[in-house]
Nanobody, 123 residues
Framework: VQLVESGGGSVQAGGSLRLSCAIS????????MGWFRQTPGREREGVAV???????NYADSVKGRFTISRDNAKNTLYLQMNSLKPEDTAVYYC???????????????????WGQGTQVTVS
């Protein structure tokens, strides 16, 4: 599976960004997918995950502000981020793994396929 993120950038607090992740090399209907983020000196943390359909799970810190979605026909994963806060500043990574009944996990160790990351800076 190859994953390529885009859409990061700099935004003021309260603003919005939408991240995209292009998926290739594997049919996305068989994948769980997620967004994770990492800041220097800290472990990679789960932000949101999505099952093969539209079922989702979010970290408490982003509930009500972020929305994960997928378009399997376009082989693309999205993360809509609204009401951004300075503490949302991080490198955001797209991740994928084969579908599992344990799809709700936000543990980065459960994922083996990663994009290169895209920087999000909120000031």
């Amino acid at each position: 599976v190859q994953l390529v993120e885009s859409g990061g950038g700099s935004v003021q607090a309260g603003g919005s960004l939408r991240l995209s992740c292009a998926i290739s090399g594997y049919d996305p209907i068989y994948l769980c997918m997620g967004w994770f983020r990492q800041t220097p000196g800290r472990e990679r943390e789960g932000v949101a995950v999505i099952a093969r359909g539209a079922s989702t799970n979010y970290a408490d810190s982003v509930k009500g502000r972020f929305t994960i979605s997928r378009d399997n026909a376009k082989n693309t994963l999205y993360l809509q981020m609204n009401s951004l806060k300075p503490e949302d500043t991080a490198v955001y990574y797209c991740a994928a793994r084969r579908w599992t009944v344990a799809w709700t996990s936000l543990n980065s160790l459960d994922y083996g396929n990663w994009g290169q990351g895209t920087q999000v800076t909120v000031s």
